[in-house]
Structures are given as structure tokens and as C-alpha cells.
């Protein structure tokens, strides 16, 4: 594993090329077996510490609602045709998705700017901020 890490470092075997040899056969061979068994080990170690630490969880927890939270404006600004991308042709998706991405981008640079001129506006009129509130909002 040590020289096939070394290899894909140094640029003399493509990950491509890799992967491609090791589905090949039906059965793995040992260097496949032997990532296999890595990644269960990378498994479980984050599963056990997913498990044991409290604010990990919470952060994660963070992250995901920050994402669904960018689904659901996604969701809103993109309201034509209840939401779906209608072409039928991969460029005008992409096409589509790119104004999408533009408009959300636009959004949350105006929410940005604005929530730090109420901060601003706040600090100003000598209004204490609570630190876990503003720690939230970033």
C-alpha cells in the first residue's frame, strides 16, 4: 500500500489506472483486500469517535443543516416549473444550474453584507453581542 501511495504521489501510476486494475478480477487481489480492510478501519475509527464526542456530532450536525438550509433557497429561488431542471441536453442543465448557483450566490453575499451591517449598527449603539449568537452567524 506504502508504494502504491507512492506511486499515485509521485504521478508515475494514474488513480484511474489504479482503480482499474484492481476491479478487474472478480475477486480481489490482496493489495485490493488489503485497502479494503483500510478503509474499514478509517470506518470505524471516525464511527467511534462520531460516537464518543458530543460537539464532533454537533458540528456535523451544523454542516448539515447548513446544507439542507442551501437546498431549501435553492428550492425557493428556483420555483419555475416546481423547481425541476427541464432540459433535456447536458449543457442547458448546466446552463440552468449556473444561474441557479449565480442567483444563490447573490443571495448570500447580500446576507452576508447585510448581517454585518446589523452587527455593525449594533456594536455602534453599544449593544453587547452575545459571542455564541455571533459565533452562529458565521
Given at each position: 500500500?506504502?508504494?502504491?501511495?507512492?506511486?499515485?504521489?509521485?504521478?508515475?501510476?494514474?488513480?484511474?489506472?489504479?482503480?482499474?486494475?484492481?476491479?478487474?478480477?472478480?475477486?480481489?487481489?490482496?493489495?485490493?483486500?488489503?485497502?479494503?480492510?483500510?478503509?474499514?478501519?478509517?470506518?470505524?475509527?471516525?464511527?467511534?469517535?462520531?460516537?464518543?464526542?458530543?460537539?464532533?456530532?454537533?458540528?456535523?450536525?451544523?454542516?448539515?443543516?447548513?446544507?439542507?438550509?442551501?437546498?431549501?433557497?435553492?428550492?425557493?429561488?428556483?420555483?419555475?416549473?416546481?423547481?425541476?431542471?427541464?432540459?433535456?441536453?447536458?449543457?442547458?442543465?448546466?446552463?440552468?444550474?449556473?444561474?441557479?448557483?449565480?442567483?444563490?450566490?447573490?443571495?448570500?453575499l447580500w446576507n452576508t453584507i447585510y448581517t454585518?451591517?446589523?452587527?455593525?449598527?449594533?456594536?455602534?449603539?453599544?449593544?453587547?453581542?452575545?459571542?455564541?449568537?455571533?459565533?452562529?452567524?458565521?
Amino acid at each position: 500500500m506504502l508504494r502504491v501511495a507512492g506511486s499515485l504521489k509521485l504521478g508515475t501510476v494514474r488513480a484511474s489506472e489504479l482503480i482499474r486494475s484492481l476491479l478487474k478480477s472478480e475477486r480481489p487481489s490482496s493489495l485490493a483486500q488489503a485497502i479494503i480492510d483500510a478503509g474499514r478501519i478509517n470506518k470505524t475509527l471516525y464511527l467511534l469517535n462520531y460516537i464518543d464526542d458530543e460537539d464532533y456530532r454537533r458540528k456535523i450536525l451544523t454542516q448539515l443543516n447548513r446544507g439542507e438550509g442551501r437546498h431549501s433557497v435553492a428550492r425557493a429561488i428556483c420555483y419555475g416549473r416546481r423547481g425541476e431542471i427541464r432540459k433535456s441536453y447536458r449543457e442547458g442543465q448546466e446552463d440552468q444550474l449556473d444561474a441557479l448557483g449565480l442567483v444563490m450566490n447573490a443571495v448570500v453575499l447580500w446576507n452576508t453584507i447585510y448581517t454585518e451591517e446589523a452587527l455593525n449598527h449594533l456594536r455602534s449603539k453599544s449593544v453587547e453581542i452575545d459571542a455564541n449568537f455571533e459565533e452562529r452567524l458565521l
